[in-house]
C-alpha cells in the first residue's frame, strides 16, 4: 500500500469519527437544552422565592452564605433548588426536630399508644411536616441533579464539538498530504 492509499484511508476514517462526534455533540447539545429547559419551567411553576432577609436571619452562617446569591429571586435552577433544599428546608426541619429524622420521629410516634394525648398529637404533626419537607427535599434535590446533568450534556457536547472540528481538520490536512505523496 502506497503511502497516499494510507493517507485517504486514514482521513476517511478521521471524517468518519468527526462525523460521529458531531452527531453526538448534536444529540448532547440537545439533551442539554431541553433537561434545563424542563428543569426551569418546572421550577418556575411553582413559583418559590428564595428567602432573603428576614427569612435568612436565624439560620447558621453556613446556610446564609449558601443562600445569599440568591436571595429574592425566583427559583428557576439547580443550584437555587439545592441550596434551598439544603440550607433552608433542612436546617427548618433540624431545628424544629431537634436533628431528628423523619424515620425517628415516625418511630417514636408509632410507640405512642395513645394517638389522642398531646404527646402523640405533637409527634404527629411534626412526623407530617418533616415528611412534607423530605418530600420537598426530594424533589428539589431531583431537580438539582438534573440541572447537574444538563451542565455535563451541554461541557460534553463542547467537547464532542471540538473534537469533530479537530478530526475534520487532521482529515482535510491527510487529504492534501495525499495529494503531495501522490
Do not use: C, W
Not at 431545628?95 to 389522642?116: H, I, L, N, P, W
Not at 431537580?143 to 461541557?155: D, E, L, P, R
Amino acid at each position: 500500500m502506497n503511502r497516499s492509499t494510507l493517507d485517504k484511508l486514514i482521513s476517511y476514517m478521521g471524517l468518519a469519527l468527526a462525523a460521529i462526534l458531531l452527531i453526538g455533540g448534536i444529540l448532547l447539545s440537545t439533551a442539554s437544552t431541553f433537561i434545563k429547559g424542563e428543569v426551569q419551567n418546572q421550577l418556575a411553576s411553582q413559583k418559590i422565592v428564595m428567602p432573603a432577609g428576614p427569612g435568612i436571619e436565624r439560620l447558621s452562617e453556613e446556610d446564609k452564605a449558601a443562600l445569599q446569591p440568591f436571595a429574592g429571586q425566583t427559583m428557576t435552577n439547580g443550584a437555587q433548588a439545592k441550596a434551598f433544599a439544603d440550607h433552608y428546608i433542612a436546617a427548618h426541619m433540624n431545628s424544629m426536630a431537634q436533628g431528628k429524622t423523619y424515620e425517628e420521629v415516625s418511630g417514636e410516634y408509632m410507640k405512642v399508644a395513645d394517638k389522642t394525648s398531646p404527646e402523640a398529637q405533637q409527634l404527629g404533626e411534626m412526623r407530617q411536616t418533616l415528611f412534607m419537607g423530605n418530600t420537598l427535599r426530594g424533589m428539589l434535590l431531583n431537580a438539582y441533579a438534573f440541572g447537574t446533568m444538563s451542565n455535563i450534556a451541554g461541557t460534553a457536547a463542547i467537547v464532542a464539538y471540538v473534537g469533530a472540528a479537530l478530526l475534520a481538520l487532521l482529515a482535510f490536512l491527510g487529504f492534501r498530504h495525499s495529494r503531495q505523496s501522490a
